[in-house]
């Protein structure tokens, strides 16, 4: 006799690696708001998803290759975003942009994405910058030169805004922390240039700063 019965639980609830790089990203997250936690561990990974060791490794070799597939996970969804009729030097700059967004929600992205080990975040980034200036007609030398000065100064950006949020998150006062370099900067030189440099340092915009050196690059590249 057949039930008529719809079966849920198991299969709704069935394990993918979709589901363990979600909640990878959630406990990864919250080791980065929470001091306390115990962050992304086997044990922390089989109760938030009320599963063995089994059927995790069915998916993923180990924890570091989980942190890199998390990673890369959280790039996939916010590249997801860009539009597809804008032109290039637009598209470049809101993938900058998403790239910034997403470190900025998930500051633990750019301490992995500059890890020595293959990251395959770091190769989509390399990937989605390289198609779009391919789309714009650079090819070659041309392309790798333009490529990678824009990827490398999004990961030189992507260290710094990790540091700075951790800082931030450990509850060091943003605007504080930066007067104090200000005045350390002004005591150690005391030429007008440093000084001006200084006084502007407490009330930067750290996005609007990263997307001004973004269109830097871009008019360099498109001229």
């Known amino acids: 006799m057949t039930s008529n019965t719809p079966r849920t639980g198991r299969r709704r609830h069935a394990l993918s690696k979709e589901r363990i790089l979600q909640a990878a990203i959630a406990i990864l997250d919250e080791e980065v708001a929470d001091t306390e936690s115990t962050g992304l561990t086997l044990r922390?990974?089989?109760a938030r998803l009320?599963?063995?060791s089994g059927a995790i490794y069915h998916y993923v070799a180990n924890m570091d290759e989980l942190r890199a597939a998390a990673a890369?996970?959280?790039?996939?969804?916010?590249?997801?975003?860009?539009?597809?009729?804008?032109?290039?030097?637009?598209?470049?700059?809101?993938?900058?942009?998403?790239?910034?967004d997403s470190l900025d929600a998930h500051s633990w992205v750019g301490a992995q994405l500059t890890r020595g080990a293959f990251q395959p975040g770091a190769l989509r980034i390399w990937k989605v910058i390289g198609t779009e200036l391919h789309h714009f007609g650079l090819t070659g030398a041309a392309l790798t030169d333009a490529g990678s000065a824009l990827a490398n100064f999004i990961f030189g950006s992507a260290a710094q805004h990790t540091l700075t949020s951790?800082?931030?998150a450990n509850g060091t006062d943003r605007a504080a922390r930066l007067e104090s370099v200000a005045n350390q900067w002004r005591s150690f030189d005391r030429d007008p240039i440093v000084a001006d440099i200084a006084d502007r340092l407490s009330e930067h915009d750290d996005r609007g700063q990263f997307l001004a050196g973004v269109d830097i690059i871009l008019r360099g590249i498109a001229g």
């Open 166 to 168: 951790r800082q931030h």
């Open 50 to 52: 009320s599963t063995g």
């Open 44 to 46: 922390a990974l089989m």
């Open 72 to 100: 890369d996970e959280v790039l996939r969804l916010s590249f997801a975003d860009v539009p597809s009729d804008a032109d290039t030097m637009a598209r470049l700059r809101i993938v900058a942009a998403e790239i910034f």
